[in-house]
């Protein structure tokens, strides 16, 4: 809520004489004629002989470049008050805006921003004027509590608060002030004291009359005030904690989008920003607010019938531009919509104006934007019309006038030839925009159901009943499925629930139902039992949120999706459980771009700027935005569009973009830090270096500096603790990922945060042949690139040392440490074990690690991280190896990277398969072992 308008006029001023004459561009003749189709635009120019002249002049100006403090100041120098005064700027700017607007002088955008420039201009002044006499009967209102000076603060609301007042249109006002007191009132200089609220009610009154009372020039604005906390009965003016304490308590569906466009035109700032804290979670909610829209629905029915209530009784009067069906109001309510259902959580949807929002649904991708641009068109082609219809004779109506004469003058303002082309024009832009308000508002119709059908409820205590229906929708284990729904819905968790949102639920399951017996039948894996056990988790973990029922029932085709997802994976299911804000990733087709990090990079850094200082707020918007891209990743693995290799370079491109955004933020919260930008990298090692990250594996990282600053190690080690937490906090949207920083030197012993020259002493002179080995799948992950680029160096450097030497050292502690590993790993089981089992991928990783630093000196392409099956690939093609094992063993750790894929997928934690699906792969990696270590005991 910015007390700046947006439609402010410019500041640099008019000239100093508004007779000045026409630019020879514009003739003086053209806005005066076009301004003669208004009768009031005529009246007005017929009734002073230097009217024409002004009219002339100013609408020879853009519009948005008028002082109207000039304008002013001339109508008072003739001694008129300021009421008169103000009546007179208006009438000559909106006759202006007539002539310039049926001239083709301005566009809609001109029209609508002077005339809410215009309305900022005139509340200001007259706040200013009448505060001062309110001031001087009876002494300055201070705040109780904190002594300040209290100003009012007026809210403007509708088209005005969205920058797009209508040429003739009464303005919606909210008069708020800070807090309650009394007036510092002077008894002795005869000035009677007032409390706060009596204050402001006072100079609420005289504002509304200073504006709206019709005197000789008329009026300057007509001021409807029903929008105030408990409308025509509460009070003029409210408090702060009056606000407050009406939103929490008593503030209903329709306020709330009433009040998406409130703008303060007054008052001060730490006063608005109060304001602004108290106003933003009422009307945008923390979580998606899918229910919104059934909110908005039944309010536009109550509209909608109000209308055509009206059309019965006059139907002369038909054609409402704004009202009537595909008007003014569906748009606005089209893009209203999203900003309430996620205005929450995307503050760039907080805009106030209908046309900016619909431009940045279709930047958001939440409509097409061949869809908005016809919106838009519409909208323009609406407000326009509605505008001609005013200018007749500057009345506050939205319908086409019911004399012949008029429709065809209403007809020619608006190009048309007759008034049957407009009609036809009206009609074109009025069905578009009614069939896209149909798609997201139209009430869903439930699945047909047999009338004679028991409801599901009814059946819960007939365990036979309710398996002979699962039976014959095709559940092939139709017992188990009965009696899992039969607990779930008799549990304590849905039992309890408000009867609206159990209703809610049980329509879900009766459309739920036969899905998952068709999904189950085509996708031939999984069970019926299973997946709608699956499904009647996520349904008992957002029974209580009523936002995520709504948006399964709005969205029918979404219930699908999940469905289907649940069935391919357990793991996608409990993620879903776990996180079911994601359910809106299931909306629609967005996740072709799952790829493309750059938008996310750049949103991510808008929105963690904006919630600065606000670090609980900081850490949800981090694991809304993993989650939600991890999410599409899934979408789109499971539907057979990435392979393995391919979704793990994505999920850790994620990683090294959350990465990035963490430390750069993380950093603006480390106290006392020296320097904007942090010289502080983080280095990646295990499957987040060697860019094999899976849905669930942890990050092995370690964090390097190089600054000289005597405070840098502990604001760095603070830095490195901060984004350990940022990563493994649990908050309301989940947990990031696990951070082991074991791999650092010294381990666990060691400091936190190395320096980079500290790092190289340490790898050239101290670590181990384990550490080494874990340097091949070492990279620059987030941080200051030149640090990133040093590490490159010395990682590659230590790499290419000669070993030739040392070979049967080498191999020596490649082995042992396998053989350590595998005792602590024994596997027990049947099973294979992919990576730990000799001749699964742990075997391979090690295999790779050992040439790379047996043969790093003579072949320094080796030390390039391209990934285990690379790596192995251009062993072989050295000599290295022989050429058939590499191709051999690359294939099984390919093979064994999509079983340990399909078994995460499936929720499993040991990654342990049947050995008949491994095959001969074991045997291919025992034999390079083998090849490799002969000399040493496997």
């Known amino acids: 809520m910015t007390p700046a308008s947006p439609a402010a006029p410019a500041s640099s001023p008019a000239p100093a004489s508004v007779q000045a004459s026409v630019p020879a561009s514009v003739p003086a003749s053209v806005p005066l004629q076009a301004a003669a189709a208004s009768r009031f635009a005529q009246r007005w120019l017929d009734a002073a002989p230097e009217r024409p002249a002004q009219l002339a002049a100013l609408s020879a100006l853009s519009l948005g470049g008028v002082d109207f403090r000039v304008l002013l100041d001339r109508e008072l120098s003739l001694g008129l008050p300021l009421e008169r005064a103000m009546r007179r700027v208006r009438n000559l700017l909106v006759s202006s805006i007539i002539g310039r607007d049926l001239a083709g002088l301005a566009d ?81 200089l005869g000035q009677r004291q007032l409390s706060n609220h009596e204050f402001f009610v006072r100079l609420g009154r005289r504002l509304n009359t200073a504006l709206s009372e019709v005197i000789e020039d008329g009026f300057t604005f007509r001021v409807d005030m029903a929008l105030r906390p408990n409308g025509k009965s509460g ?102 919509v999203f900003q309430l259902i996620r205005g929450g959580r995307d503050p760039a949807l907080r805009e106030k104006s209908t046309r900016k929002t619909l431009r940045l649904l279709a930047e958001r991708e939440l409509l097409a934007p061949d869809t908005v641009e016809q919106l838009l068109e519409a909208y323009t082609f609406l407000r326009n019309l509605e505008h001609r219809v005013q200018y007749l004779e500057d009345a506050q109506t939205h319908t086409l006038p019911t004399g012949e004469a008029d429709r065809l003058a209403v007809a020619r303002m608006m190009g048309c030839a007759d008034e049957a082309a407009l009609l036809a024009q009206l009609e074109r832009q009025r069905t578009f925009v009614a069939q896209q308000f149909d798609a997201i508002f139209a009430d869903k119709e439930t699945p047909e159901q047999d009338p004679d059908a028991p409801a599901l409820d009814d059946e819960l205590d007939n365990l036979d009943a309710l398996a002979a229906r699962l039976a014959q929708l095709g559940f092939d284990d139709a017992r188990a499925g009965a009696a899992r729904l039969a607990a779930t819905l008799q549990g304590p968790r849905l039992a309890s629930l408000p009867d609206a949102s159990r209703a809610r639920l049980t329509t879900l399951l009766e459309s739920a139902l036969p899905q998952v017996a068709t999904v189950v039948g085509e996708a031939g894996i999984g069970s019926h039992a299973a997946t709608l056990g699956r499904l009647l988790d996520l349904f008992e973990a957002i029974a209580r949120r ?34 079911p804000i994601l359910l809106d990733e299931l909306l629609d087709d967005r996740n072709e771009g799952a790829g493309d990090l750059s938008q996310l990079a750049r949103l991510l850094d808008e929105h963690l700027s904006e919630a600065q200082g606000d670090t609980e707020r900081q850490l949800d918007i981090l694991r809304e935005a993993h989650h939600a891209q991890l999410f599409r990743l899934l ?89 350990i937490t940022w990563m493994t906090a649990h908050t309301a949207a989940g947990i990031l990922f696990d951070v082991d920083t074991a791999l650092r030197p010294d381990g666990a012993s060691g400091m936190l945060v190395s320096s980079v020259n500290a790092f190289e002493r340490y790898q050239n002179g101290a670590a181990w042949i384990w550490e080494h080995q874990a340097l091949t799948r070492a990279r620059f992950c987030a941080g200051e690139p030149t640090i990133g680029a040093r590490f490159e160096a010395i990682r590659e450097q230590v790499l290419r040392k000669d070993r030739s030497q040392q070979e049967a ?130």
């Open 546 to 579: 009523s936002a995520y029922l709504a948006l399964l029932t709005e969205y029918p085709h979404t219930l699908e999706r999940v469905i289907r997802m649940i069935n391919a994976s357990g793991w996608a299911a409990t993620f879903l459980t776990q996180h």
């Open 108 to 188: 809609l955008d001109e029209v609508v921003a002077a005339m809410t420039a215009f309305a900022d201009f005139a509340i200001r002044t007259h706040v200013d004027t009448l505060m001062g006499e309110m001031v001087a009967a009876h002494g300055m209102p201070l705040g109780e509590e904190s002594g300040r000076p209290q100003q009012l603060m007026v809210l403007a609301m509708g088209k005005q608060g969205g920058g797009e007042l209508n040429v003739s249109s009464d303005i919606d006002l909210i008069f708020v002030y800070p807090e309650d007191g009394e007036t510092a009132a002077q008894l002795d």
């Open 809 to 938: 050292q080498l191999k020596d502690e490649v082995t042992g440490m396998r053989k350590r590993m595998r005792e602590a790993n024994v596997n027990r089981s049947a099973q294979f074990d992919l990576k730990q089992d000799p001749g699964g991928m742990i075997d391979i990783e090690f295999i790779v690690q050992y040439l790379v630093l047996r043969h790093a000196h003579a072949y320094p392409q080796l030390t390039a991280n391209a990934g285990n099956i690379a790596l192995l690939r251009l062993c072989g093609e050295l000599g290295l190896i022989d050429g058939q094992q590499a191709a051999a063993v690359a294939d099984a750790y390919r093979a064994m990277r999509k079983l340990q894929h399909a078994v995460r997928l499936q929720g499993q934690d040991k990654t342990r398969v049947e050995p008949a699906l491994v095959g001969h792969h074991p045997d291919s990696v025992l034999g390079l072992w083998k090849a490799c270590f002969s000399s040493t005991e496997n």
């Open 235 to 336: 009070p003029l003016a409210a408090s702060l904690n009056m606000v407050e304490e009406y939103l929490i308590v008593q503030g209903r569906e329709w306020e709330r989008y009433a009040w998406v466009k409130a703008r303060a035109v007054t008052g001060e700032l730490d006063d608005i920003a109060a304001l602004d804290a108290i106003v933003r979670p009422f009307v945008f909610r923390r979580y998606l607010d899918f229910g919104v829209i059934d909110a908005i629905r039944n309010m536009h029915a109550q509209i909608r019938a109000e209308v055509k209530r009206q059309e019965r009784q006059h139907p002369e009067r038909s054609h409402n531009v704004k009202l009537g069906r595909g008007g003014i109001r569906e748009i606005e309510f089209l893009a209203q």
């Open 635 to 723: 979408a789109l693995d499971l539907a057979g569009e990435l392979s393995v290799e391919r979704l793990a370079d994505h999920l850790s491109a994620l990683a090294d973009t959350i990465v990035g955004a963490s430390v750069k933020h993380a950093w603006n919260t480390v106290a006392n830090r020296h320097r904007d930008a942090p010289r502080f990298a983080v280095i990646a090692y295990g499957k987040l270096g060697g860019k094999e990250l899976g849905y669930v594996s942890d990050l092995d990282v370690i964090f390097l500096f190089e600054d000289d600053d005597q405070d840098a190690p502990p604001l760095y080690a603070k830095l490195a603790q901060r984004f």
